[in-house]
């Protein structure tokens, strides 16, 4: 052994550099200063507050948001089936959790399931999709998925490969969820760029599409459109007319519409409108367009983000391709089960005369006036304070407003070698407790700045969060306002 000089086979020299450049805003910096402090608090190291507001994550239950009792019904009777013999619970739970379990070997949901998920929630998330959307709803085209992310991963690596000597591109929105440029970086895939005009509330037009599809197809090709609907982090719900051109403009360009619709429960003012039913709507060829779209448990009234529940709908994929996504999904087994049986639970909910309905539609337009009402509560308070303007927050969880940094602050930013808007949100976390997320994490005009909030802080914890943030924003102000 004297004669061998022993290395390390990775290094930072020698590590993938995708990973390297890769970054995700709401896991970064940031989140990393805030475990630190939460930590602090609670070794009782003195601080300016005495709890942490966390505005930076669509964790509902992480914050107060309480569970819909018939979906944690039926999760309790699936994980303990002894539940079943018993009269502690309603008789709809017991019949959708013996069908749950009838869908597992061994009637166990410890077992694996078939790696595209239990066949009768996929045939159920089919009938879902064809009440919601008037047309028809193929389940083998369905695969249940461990959340929206795992599916978006899974369905972007189909395009890892090189098209006549170029790279693919992919058209994300600016801004946009951070999960899609890091997984760009992370797959060496090129970051297409397309606006968001804030001035019209965040609309998508054709016209940036163009200008961004032109420039963009001098150094890639471009097969990919990404589209966010309703929008994270800004809250937009795309209209009809927007959705249409959006087709029209994948078709003449030959790309495949990436549609995220995870947040299609949380509207509050507008309509959901999906890409599966607009584009069955349209005449051939338009009708041709390939699309897959996603949907999570995370969000909406469930917020059940711990058990990674969700699903991707394919249409118009060929049909070779779609066999190689499944084989390339099959590798990992199987979905998280818990979280097919919440998936369970939302497509086939309580319905009238049920003995769990009452309950259940009380819980859910609960949650749903509540979010509302904050939705409400947090543009009004981003509008009420001096160099801060705030879209309306039609939809989703969040809230991306404006803010005019003055001069000194952004030069003070520099000179700790932070961007201005992560300068702010840290100030802001370290006065007051209360973590944002830094709109550089998302995308923005240059020369614009942004943060990131999402309206899941329960109402009194948000009108806490209210008082704090305006004072905090006056102060802040006033110290680097020009002599």
């Known amino acids: ?194 606006y968001l005009d804030e001035s019209k509330n965040w609309a998508l037009t054709l016209e940036e599409l163009e200008r961004s599809h032109k420039e963009a197809s001098k150094s890639c090709k471009i097969r990919v459109l990404v589209v966010i609907n309703p929008g994270n982090p800004t809250g937009q719900v795309l209209t009809r007319e927007n959705i249409e051109d959006v087709i029209k403009f994948a078709y003449k360009h030959s790309l495949f519409i990436f549609a995220d619709e995870v947040y299609q429960q949380n509207i509050y003012e507008g ?39 969700g699903w991707l709908e394919i249409v118009n994929m060929d049909p070779e391709v779609l066999n190689n996504l499944y084989k390339s999904i099959s590798a990992r087994h199987c979905p998280n089960t818990l979280g097919q049986a919440v998936v369970y639970c939302v497509v086939r909910p309580p319905v009238e005369g049920e003995p769990s309905y009452k309950l259940y539609a009380k819980e859910k337009a609960d949650l749903m006036k509540s979010f509302a009402t904050r939705a409400k509560m947090v543009e009004k308070m981003f509008n009420d304070m001096e160099g801060v303007s705030c879209n309306v927050v039609q939809g989703a969880l969040y809230a991306f407003p404006r803010i005019e940094i003055p001069p000194k602050a952004i030069e003070a930013a520099k000179n700790v070698g932070q961007k201005p808007d992560e300068f702010y949100v840290l100030r802001l976390l370290e006065e007051t407790g209360i973590c944002m997320v830094p709109g550089s994490g998302f995308g923005q005009v240059p020369g614009t700045y942004h943060i990131r909030t999402t309206i899941l802080p329960q109402l009194d914890l948000l009108k806490e969060m209210v008082d704090m943030l305006k004072k905090f924003h006056k102060k802040f102000i006033e110290e680097y306002s020009s002599d």
């Open 271 to 309: 309509i959901f409108y999906s890409f599966k039913k607009v584009l069955s709507e349209q005449k051939a060829p338009l009708n041709q367009v390939e699309l897959v779209s996603f949907m999570s448990m995370s969000k909406g009234y469930m917020g059940e983000c711990g058990f990674r529940g």
């Open 1 to 194: 052994m004297d004669n061998y000089e022993f290395g390390k086979s990775i290094t930072f020299q020698n590590l993938n550099p995708h990973i390297i450049k890769l970054e995700y805003a709401i896991r970064g910096s940031l989140f990393h200063r805030l475990m630190e402090i939460e930590k602090e608090l609670k070794d009782g190291v003195q601080m300016p507050f005495t709890n942490l507001i966390k505005a930076n994550i669509g964790d509902g239950q992480s914050i107060g948001q309480k569970p819909i009792s018939f979906i944690r019904q039926v999760l309790a009777c699936v994980s303990y089936p002894n539940l079943l013999k018993t009269e502690y619970f309603p008789q709809d739970v017991k019949e959708r959790a013996a069908d749950i379990l009838n869908g597992c070997d061994g009637n166990s949901v410890g077992s694996y399931t078939t790696s595209l998920g239990i066949d009768a929630v996929r045939q159920s998330v089919a009938t879902y999709i064809e009440k919601r959307d008037s047309c028809k709803a193929d389940w083998n085209n369905i695969c249940l998925t461990p959340g929206a992310s795992a599916a978006i991963k899974s369905c972007l690596k189909l395009f890892i490969n090189n098209t006549n000597g170029q790279k693919t591109g992919v058209m994300l929105p600016v801004p946009q969820y951070p999960l899609y440029s890091a997984t760009l970086a992370e797959y060496g895939l090129t970051q297409v760029e397309y």
